[in-house]
């Protein structure tokens, strides 16, 4: 694994524990949970295999 994509998916690990706090608390409901995990793993797949 280089750099790079240790760098994606260590971005990718912050987005989704934000997103899973703001669900917590109450700020962010299922479905803008679901679409935050979607985006995010389409975004770093998307990254990850077009710096390859």
Excluded: C, K, N
């Excluded at 994606?8 to 690990?13: E, I, M, S």
């Excluded at 934000?18 to 700020?27: F, K, N």
């Amino acid at each position: 694994m280089t750099e790079r994509e240790f760098t994606l998916l260590f971005l990718g690990v912050a987005i989704l524990g934000v997103a899973i706090a703001l669900h917590r608390q109450g700020a962010l409901r299922t479905p803008g949970l679901i679409t935050v995990f979607g985006a995010t793993a389409a975004v770093l797949a998307f990254l990850i295999f077009t710096y390859r």
